[in-house]
């Protein structure tokens, strides 16, 4: 299966008055066609940073520092994203390539103009085409239809939605002009469960409907991403520590933070929902100055002296189940690493 975004040891930072945070240091990615990923950690582990940095169009106090964001043309060649200009990315990439729903997508609508008006300088940007009110009805509605979305919400202004439907209305929006890939992040964090789970109806619905094939989810609650995702990666620290389908992750995590994150959840499951919830000891390393050895070494009940000495490279094993943990590495031999399961 062809990857459709790839990151390379991708990296970025705030900066400011504060000093410089590395918010994300180095996450190699690839995100395969067709797929749903989830990415998920405790808040501060950089997961809404790394999304951002996905689509280029960053502003201060957010910097881009170094490494690569590939992601596949519609000819079948790459673009990189941090090699274009910011008017070839709003050409090329955005809203046609990536589009990109952030976390506070409730304010992505203008309170002024009506959902049709805000479409209509939505296309506008993208099309370099004028449309008028009548255009955005007959255009839209079907794809409404097809989202389970009333039509009536074209000619409402954002105030008269609920929380819920402004996001599913954002979502349905960003999905129109069929973008390879969308980025979500934290679509249902301030949602009502019933909220919630018409925002992952929906999305079901865009990738069953094949109006969007590839999907990219970030949020801190893994019973969400547990219903849609295909694969999962756990962010800690600005690192991707851990990546492999979702079963496996849930029924053999590998790297002692997922292990202790899953152990911090309470299960859905009948059988095993009186199960004790324990929570992860100490704290997360600040960002300002990041550890050079691995960055769950304070916190882990596992450690190990190389632990201390050096940060874990990433170890995979036949089934794409990746680690970034001593653990599954043993010692080195020669500068290689090795598979999981030797």
């Known amino acids: 299966m062809q990857s459709i975004l790839i990151t390379k040891e991708l990296k970025g930072q705030y900066k400011g008055n504060f000093g410089i945070v590395y918010a994300v240091n180095g996450v190699s990615l690839e995100v395969r066609e067709g797929e749903i990923l989830g990415l998920v950690g405790e808040s501060g582990c950089g997961k809404s940073t790394f999304m951002k940095l996905l689509t280029g169009m960053i502003d201060p106090p957010l910097y881009y520092s170094s490494g690569k ?17 910011k008017e070839e990315l709003r050409k090329k990439v955005s809203g046609k390539l990536i589009s990109y729903v952030p976390q506070s997508s409730f304010d992505a609508l203008n309170p002024s103009q009506r959902i049709r008006e ?24 079907e794809h409404f239809e097809k989202l389970g979305l009333s039509e009536d919400i074209l000619d409402r202004y954002p105030h008269e939605l609920s929380g819920g439907m402004k996001q599913r209305t954002v979502i349905a929006i ?12 934290e ?25 969007l094939e590839t999907i990219v989810i970030s949020s801190h609650d893994l019973s969400v991403l547990r219903q849609l995702c295909d694969r999962i990666g756990i962010m800690y620290a600005g690192k991707l520590v851990e990546i492999g389908d979702i079963d496996t992750i849930i029924s053999d995590p590998l790297h002692p933070y997922t292990r202790g994150l899953l152990n911090s959840l309470l299960p859905p499951e009948k059988e095993i929902r009186y199960k004790k919830v324990v929570g992860i000891p100490g704290r997360a390393p600040e960002l300002i100055s990041p550890p050079l050895n691995c960055s769950f070494y304070s916190r882990c009940s596992q450690a190990m002296e190389i632990c201390n000495l050096k940060e874990p490279p990433v170890f995979e094993n036949k089934e794409k189940h990746s680690v970034a943990c001593w653990l599954y590495g043993g010692k080195e031999q020669n500068g290689r690493k090795r598979d999981i399961k030797s």
């Open 69 to 85: 964001v590939l992601i596949l043309g519609k000819e079948g060649q790459y673009y990189s994203v941090y090699d274009l200009t």
């Open 118 to 141: 805000f479409i209509a300088d939505m296309l506008r940007e993208n099309t370099g085409k004028k449309y008028s009110s009548k255009d955005i009805h007959e255009m839209l509605r």
């Open 174 to 185: 960003s999905a129109y002009l069929r973008p390879s890939i969308l980025l979500l992040d």
């Open 187 to 211: 679509p249902t964090s301030a949602l009502d469960v019933s909220s919630q789970k018409r925002v992952i109806e929906l999305l079901v619905n865009l990738h069953k409907e094949g109006i």
